[in-house]
């Protein structure tokens, strides 16, 4: 059953929600309240990037892309780090399979009260969040040495608010995506105070990279054809398969996905909008309210179901979030409900191939050679390099391409 904040009861146990109506010239506008305890809401994303074969590709992302000024990087968060390690911060390109985006945990609670939050990433680093943390693990800098592994952050007595309290959230400055996820308005406010300063903000914020692969492979087959594998038991409720081009965009969806499983868009252009109302309401069905569903997809939805591009959007199982990162929160609520999507970004035979002709017509300049890739493909944005290393190791006639260094 989708869940609503309209609704009046929440099928389960005695986890339920009472609705507190009050009327006005529009019409009656419910908020929703626990009388028995706290109830804990995530949403998040896991991308990765894949060749025709699904051999996950590692690809880059400037750690500090696309965040209001407000959020703390980890160089930030301590307290003795130096200009030269905030400028490695700002400038360091990791290299991955995974890229964690922008996680985000909404609290409703019957009365303020203060809550104990620690998120593990066993095979990632979390590298920005807000509000500040109490403590972030691994020291700064040791993942210089170890690599994007043993993430972990924990915000201890951060305090939730009541749902009708007054607060003043910081400004953003220019359009993001961060601020999108405020969209869920009924969601309790929090609030941290750390080196004298208090720090308020909707929900709990953070992102990461790692090294890892998630118990799922992409392949593209050719000519339309794609499979989505599971290579554990886990069933994964939800997946859709989304191919745009010049505007158009062609997607369909399985439910229940176990084993293998052949997709193939759907001909011609289908409805982009259908495509997303369908995805809000799977959101939904895996626990999401309507309105955190639709700011996750109002913040994702021009990557998704927009450009170029093919990729799998698959809602992630319950244990496999929480073997992939665990969450503790303190009291306990009495209801927790955690809902991902893996993106699976996946090149087709046919644009390895037209990456290769491009690539082969090259010469010793290798910054002629990347003009030509971005005037053809500049669509591809972050995906474009391991694309061409791909292409590079494919084809024995064509050398590899060194990737452009960055400034």
């Given amino acids: 059953m989708p869940r609503s904040l309209s609704a009046s009861v929440l099928v389960g146990l005695s986890l339920a929600l009472v609705p507190v109506c009050f009327s006005h010239a529009g019409g009656e506008h419910c908020r929703m309240q626990s009388p028995e305890g706290l109830i804990a809401h995530e949403w998040g994303t896991f991308t990765s990037f894949s060749g025709s074969d699904g051999t996950l590709l590692r690809f880059s992302t400037n750690v500090a892309e696309g965040l209001p000024s407000f959020v703390f990087s980890r160089s930030k968060q301590d307290e003795h780090a130096t200009p030269d390690d905030h400028a490695r911060h700002l400038k360091t390109a990791f290299s991955t399979r995974q890229r964690m985006e922008t996680p985000v945990i909404y609290f409703y609670a019957p009365e303020p009260m203060a809550v104990n939050v620690r998120v593990d990433f066993p095979h990632g680093l979390i590298t920005e969040f807000y509000p500040p943390v109490s403590s972030m693990g691994p020291a700064l800098g040791k993942e210089l040495d170890t690599g994007p592994t043993n993430g972990m952050l924990e915000w201890r007595n951060l305090r939730v608010l009541g749902h009708n309290a007054r607060v003043s959230l910081p400004k953003i400055e220019a359009p993001s995506r961060y601020a999108i996820a405020r969209e869920a308005d009924e969601a309790h406010a929090v609030q941290f105070s750390h080196k004298g300063e208090t720090h308020t ?20 087959l050719g000519n339309d054809r794609f499979r989505f594998s599971t290579t554990e038991k886990s069933q994964w409720p939800s997946v859709f398969l989304v191919s745009a081009k010049n505007g158009q965009v062609r997607w369909s969806v399985q439910e229940n996905v176990t084993g293998s499983h052949e997709f193939r868009p759907i001909a011609g252009a289908s409805d982009k909008d259908k495509g997303l109302e369908r995805l809000i309401s799977e959101l939904r069905e895996a626990g999401l309210f309507e309105p955190e569903a639709r700011a996750m997809v109002n913040t994702w939805k021009d990557q998704w179901f927009a450009g170029h591009g093919t990729r799998f959007l698959a809602i992630m199982p319950a244990d496999v979030v929480d073997t992939t990162l665990p969450l503790q929160i303190e009291p306990t609520p009495i209801e927790t409900k955690r809902v991902f999507v893996a993106r699976l970004e996946i090149l ?12 082969s017509t090259g010469d010793a300049e290798h910054e002629a050679t990347w003009k030509r890739l971005r005037e053809h493909f500049g669509w591809m944005g972050r995906f474009l390099p391991p694309a061409v290393d791909r292409v590079a190791a494919l084809t024995p006639n064509v050398a590899r391409i060194e990737r452009p260094r960055a400034k």
């Fill in 201 to 220: 903000e909707k929900f709990l914020f953070y992102r990461g990279l790692g090294d890892f692969e998630l118990p799922i492979r992409a392949e593209a």
């Fill in 348 to 359: 087709t035979p046919e644009l390895e191939r037209q990456i290769e002709s491009v690539v």
